[in-house]
């Protein structure tokens, strides 16, 4: 099973790459995938790759799933 991270881009750096935050955590990633990608865009990352675009909406909603998660996983 694969997980893909949602995050937001902050700047493309170059071709190549892209710093994303996800949640405060600022990572370079390749962006080689997507090329179409904009500082404000919100994206999937998988394995350090940009892999996909999604609008803000799905993206509050990843989060919000991810919390749970991890709440849930803190009370086990």
Known sequence: MCLGIPGRVLKRISDMEALVDFGGIKKVVDALLVPDIREGDYVIVHAGAIIGKIDEE???????????????????
Request: charged share 40%; glycine share 0%; hydrophobic share 40%.
């Open 58 to 76: 799905t993206y509050m909603e990843m989060i919000e799933t991810l919390r749970e998660l991890a709440k849930a996983m803190r009370e086990e």
